[in-house]
């Protein structure tokens, strides 16, 4: 069955269209004219600074996603020389299967010697797309919020996170088709924490999920302390699940993951922190990875 893809279109007279339905389990595309937020876009030296960031929460369950709805042009393409300009790119994201709606707004910005921001969020209310399709689904053993923790994202949140599975069985030395499975599902989570100390911690509770919705895996992963730098930082990058495995003559086979969800935890001067998100993530079927 094909993924359904919607694309709403934001265009340069300040309107917005929408073509295809949204839906559940289906794609949604942004299609941004970079002509509505032009003016932090800063040339020096002959080069041009500046990014249009889409950001995208889902609701009810608040995962919020972000990327660029422009590309770089570069001067020259062998190697690549400065950027000289910035075309729009669409951007695409799955949409979750427990989503009922979608808010959109988009920052522009760029750091020269001095700072440029501007907002495309009607004037803060931002843009609001309902999502249908087959109806929610919701694991009945999602990750639970922990009772003692204080929702304060200003305090910890997410920089950067992924889940994927892999086959992880090694490649013949001479190149060709692997001749087993090592199925594997892997996680990354790159926190950010306002302030740090010694004995600090950061973690995340962690399901995984079958297709349909049954848990099959529930832990606690703690998250490294990744050094000083711009901003205190904990990350987590790793095997989350170890799926089937299999080599001639020799099954072992495991439940399907195809959906993973996080808390994230942080906890400081005993006083235990969070996002407030329940993020996740939905993973392709075992059949289907190489």
């Known amino acids: 069955m094909a993924t359904s893809i919607a694309t709403v279109q ?46 995208l929460r889902f609701h009810p369950c608040d995962e919020l996603v972000r990327g660029s709805v422009v590309a770089p042009i570069h001067e020259g393409d062998n190697p690549p020389g400065m950027v000289i300009g910035h075309m729009p790119i669409p951007w695409e994201v799955p949409i979750p299967d427990d989503a009922t709606q979608a808010e959109v707004w988009f920052h522009h910005f760029s750091q020269t010697s001095s700072r440029c921001d501007a907002w495309d969020s009607r004037f803060g209310a931002n843009y609001w797309f309902a999502i249908g399709g087959a109806p929610p689904r919701v694991p009945a053993q999602p990750v639970s919020y922990r009772s003692d923790a204080r929702t304060s994202p200003d305090m910890v949140n997410t920089l950067e996170q992924s889940a994927t599975k892999i086959n992880a069985f ?42 349909q919705d049954r848990l099959i895996q529930a832990q606690t ?70």
Request: aromatic share 14%.
């Open 10 to 55: 934001f265009q340069k007279d300040w309107s917005h269209t929408q073509e295809g339905a949204i839906e559940r389990g289906g794609r949604l595309k942004i299609d941004y004219d970079k002509g509505r937020l032009s003016r932090c876009f800063t040339r020096w030296r002959g080069a041009e600074f500046g990014d249009i960031i889409a950001y």
């Open 170 to 211: 090694p490649q013949p030395a001479g190149g060709g088709s692997r001749q087993g499975t090592d199925l594997q599902t892997m996680l990354k989570v790159v926190a950010w924490v306002k302030e740090t100390t010694y004995g600090a911690n950061a973690w995340i509770d962690v399901h995984v999920f079958d297709g």
């Open 221 to 290: 992963v703690t998250l490294a302390y990744t050094g000083f730098g711009p901003a205190f930082r904990f990350k987590f990058s790793g095997k989350m699940y170890q799926g089937s495995t299999a080599t001639p003559g020799s099954v072992q086979p495991k439940p399907d993951a195809r959906k993973v969800q996080y808390r994230l935890y942080y906890e400081i001067n005993f006083q235990v922190y969070t996002d407030g998100i329940l993020h996740q993530f939905e993973l392709q079927e075992d059949a289907v990875t190489r």
